[in-house]
């Protein structure tokens, strides 16, 4: 079945730093999504894309939806505090798949 | 507030009970889907309804059974209760089913604990 390897598993990072993550798979989709869920809450959404080589912002955050429509990542500029969470990709071709994860720590 | 109900929030019971846990789905949404989150973090898509009729089955165990109802509210049972079935479940909507855009809409969770 369709599986989807998001790196990094964690990151542990200062207040105003950069952060990058991403999603690859062997099989295509036709959707992007990334979700982020704070601790004690379900997940949200934070950006969806749709078409091959979209580029998506949403204030800090950036996201980006591979040419080969097998990958994205997902970038977040001056993490602050509230930005710790775990970070969902999820792809969708007909189903919708979810990555297992990127916990990020941000220290003040 | 995502617009997605569950009750209860927590949940504590002991092995070989059996629980429902219960979501109501955002205004409108007609796909109801339910996930499991362990430890380890990762959700596992359990099982999909869309308006009443199942549409997607994931890894739900042979011990668990779910319903949509006319008035779209969807339960979740699981019976037989393991150790291993603590984790959190979460229930999540969205307007359309499988082949739709997937943006879903979780509700808060509610935490199972098996003791």
């Known amino acids: 079945g369709q599986q989807l390897n998001q790196s990094p598993q964690s990151m542990f990072i200062q207040e105003g730093e950069d952060v990058s993550m991403n999603c690859t798979s062997s099989?295509?989709?036709?959707?992007w999504l990334w979700y982020k869920q704070d601790p004690g809450e379900g997940p949200v959404l934070l950006i969806a894309l749709y078409k091959a080589g979209e580029l998506t912002s949403n204030g800090r955050l950036t996201a980006q939806f591979g040419i080969t429509r097998k990958d994205s990542f997902l970038n977040i500029s001056a993490s602050i505090p509230s930005d710790v969470g775990i970070y969902f990709c999820a792809g969708q071709w007909g189903k919708l798949t979810f990555g297992q994860g990127t916990i990020l720590t941000v220290h003040p | 507030d995502s617009g997605v109900t569950q009750t209860p929030k927590h949940l504590i019971t002991a092995t070989g009970q059996r629980v429902t846990l219960r979501c109501s789905p955002r205004s409108g949404d007609l796909s109801v889907y339910w996930y499991q989150q362990s430890l380890d973090q990762g959700l596992q898509f359990l099982i999909q309804y869309y308006n009443g009729e199942e549409r997607a089955k994931g890894n739900i165990l042979e011990r668990f059974s779910a319903q949509q109802f006319p008035d779209l509210h969807s339960e979740l049972n699981l019976s037989s209760l393991e150790l291993g079935d603590s984790a959190l479940y979460f229930c999540?909507?969205?307007?359309?089913?499988?082949?739709?855009?997937?943006?879903?809409?979780f509700g808060e969770g509610s935490r199972l604990t098996v003791l």
């Open positions: 999540a909507s969205s307007l359309v089913g499988t082949g739709g855009i997937g943006e879903l809409f």
């Open positions: 099989s295509i989709f036709n959707t």
